[in-house]
Structure formats: C-alpha cells, structure tokens
C-alpha cells in the first residue's frame, strides 16, 4: 500500500514556472511507475507525464511536451514535475499516482490546485 500526498501547487502568470512534489509513503518506491495526471473544471482528467521506478524513463502529454519536467528520488520516496512556461489552459487540479507493472493507476494523491493567469 503505498500513500501519495502532493504539495507545491498554487498560483502562477502565464510564462512563470512551479514545481510540484509528490511524497510517497512505503520502503518500495521504487518498485513504482508514477505518473502525472491533471483535471480542469468540467473536464475529465487527463494524463500529464509518466516516469518509470529507475527514473530511466518518461513520457509525456503532448500538451506539456518541452515545458514540463517530470524526476524523482528514490531515496526520498518523492516525484517532482517541473513546470515551466505556464499556460492559462495548464489552470488545474494535479494528482500524482502510481501504479506496479502494467497494471491500473490504484495509488493517488489527493491533488493540488494550480492556477494560471493571464
């Protein structure tokens, strides 16, 4: 079982950055894919970015792609996605999650809000 409480979100201007953390209780960190996920209002939530248990490899939203960051540190149990060059549009609720194999995302986070202004 694995518990996932994020931090860092919060209001930015468009063109700014924030970095967002996510801390993962559990001596298997590393043993799990985490991911990104995001969801605006009146919208379904949508996947952000992706990095595998070795951090050796990611993926990402065509949206973010080559604004946004996403690293981890095993020995801190901790995700980070970095943002960079805000939009208005990446205005969300970010939840991080986590998953084993190839299986559902069953670990989230209970999100953070980030805003972007204009």
């Known amino acids: 079982q694995v518990q996932l409480v994020e931090s860092g979100g919060g209001l930015a201007q468009a063109g700014g950055s924030l970095r967002l953390s996510c801390a993962a209780s559990?001596?298997?960190?590393?043993?799990?894919?985490m991911g990104w996920f995001r969801q605006a209002p009146g919208k379904e939530r949508e996947f952000v970015a992706y990095i595998s248990g070795s951090g050796g490899s990611t993926s990402f939203a065509d949206s973010v792609k080559g604004r946004f960051t996403i690293s981890r540190d095993n020995a801190k149990n901790t995700v980070y996605l970095q943002m960079n060059s805000l939009k208005p549009e990446d205005t969300a609720v970010y939840y991080c999650?986590?998953?084993?194999?190839?299986?559902?995302?069953?670990?989230w986070g209970q999100g953070t809000q980030v805003t972007v202004s204009s």
């Open positions: 559990g001596r298997t960190f590393s043993m799990y894919m």
């Open positions: 999650a986590g998953r084993t194999g190839a299986g559902n995302w069953n670990y």
